[in-house]
């Protein structure tokens, strides 16, 4: 089988060959029908994230060293099974939750292994997407497509997951409130798209770029702000009667959090899911004079994934705009991503 991997980071992706891995316990092996490239395989490729100052967290100080083959969002189906993995696995057309972890905690115990302090993650501490084949050490996190296209079942294994659980994190709240979010990506066209499918009120959404949020609108936003108007902050208290309750912070940069805390209306809550990198520096009294909620949201879980596999299957989900391209072009789609350069997800065909 093939796979690209990194060998060393900041430097090109190399093909490796291999044998086909042998299959222990529950382990069962998919051959890769659709993998998408996405920004969190560009932190693989650089070996961290930025923490702002000149900062950074080195992945290799947790652990996790090249050989990588990055891709976290994989569609595929099962072709062959670990001894004790069931034989009824055999077969079966599923993306891969990629977010798992030790399977022997109170945290995976409960449901969180997305949060748990042992990860292995797919296409960070195991080899993932960018493979012809993926090993995953449990059926169970291999979740029925049933007919839906690849393509758009794969970025649910990343985008679909996260946004649906960065959304349930603000509760009922939604139901009469606009949800401010920033970012008008992949994640935030998403997130747009779920808000609308789970019945809630819908969207404010704000960018730099206004050809993004112009195709906001069309997607059905309520409304679309600049960030960088000199006016941005009192659009927005126009469009929330005073200020925003939930905002959904998909950048998570400086200017971006900042820019959500000059927004919000007392008792707001702000979840940042965005990676891109910087420090936070809120006066302490503003928590409980404003009171504020700020929470992070990581990836999401087995459930989150199943549920936004069900909506997805009731034909709620827009679809999203995705380039097909081989997984020989592996490389070129990830310097593509880094460059600013991709139009839609691309999704590595191999
Ligand atoms: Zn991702
Ligand atoms: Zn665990």
Redesign the pocket.
């Known amino acids: 089988m093939r796979r690209y991997s990194v060998l060393e980071h900041n430097r090109p992706l190399v093909p490796v060959e291999s044998d086909l891995p042998e299959l222990t316990g529950t382990q069962v092996l998919v051959k890769v029908a659709r993998s998408?490239v996405?920004?969190?395989?560009l932190h693989v490729w650089e070996g961290c994230y930025h923490l702002g100052e000149g900062e950074t967290l080195q992945m290799a100080d947790r652990g996790i060293r090249p050989p990588i083959t990055p891709g976290?969002?994989i569609a595929g189906e099962i072709v062959a099974v670990g001894p004790d993995a069931g034989e009824d696995a055999m077969g079966r057309t599923c993306i891969v939750h990629s977010w798992t972890g030790c399977d022997d905690c109170p945290t995976c115990a409960r449901g969180d292994e997305n949060l748990c302090l042992k990860p292995s993650f797919m296409g960070i501490q195991q080899q993932g997407g960018y493979s012809e084949y993926v090993v995953v050490s449990h059926p169970k996190f291999c979740v029925d497509i049933g007919d839906l296209d690849p393509s758009q079942a794969a970025v649910l294994a990343?985008?679909g997951v996260?946004t649906l659980s960065a959304i349930r994190k603000f509760g009922d709240v939604l139901k009469d409130e606009p949800l401010v979010i920033i970012g008008a990506g992949g994640l935030g066209f998403m997130a747009l798209s779920l808000l609308s499918a789970l019945g809630f009120k819908g969207a404010i959404m704000v960018d730099l770029d206004d050809a993004k949020l112009a195709a906001a609108k069309e997607a059905g936003a309520l409304a679309v702000v600049n960030s960088g108007a000199e006016d941005a902050g009192a659009q927005i208290a126009e469009l929330t009667g005073g200020g925003a309750l939930a905002v959904l912070d998909l950048v998570g940069a400086e200017a971006s959090v900042n820019f959500a805390l000059s927004i919000v209306a007392r008792a707001a809550h702000v979840v940042i899911c965005g990676l891109y990198g910087g420090k936070l520096s809120v006066p302490l009294p503003f928590f409980p004079m404003r009171p504020l909620h700020i929470q992070g949201n990581w990836v999401g879980n087995l459930q989150d994934l199943k549920d936004v596999v069900a909506i997805a299957q009731s034909g709620a989900l827009k679809p999203v705009p995705v380039q097909e391209r081989p997984l020989s072009e592996a490389n070129d789609a990830l310097m593509e991503l880094k460059d600013g350069k991709t139009v839609g997800r691309s999704i590595l065909v191999p």
């Open positions: 998408g996405c920004h969190t395989d976290h969002e990343c985008s996260t």
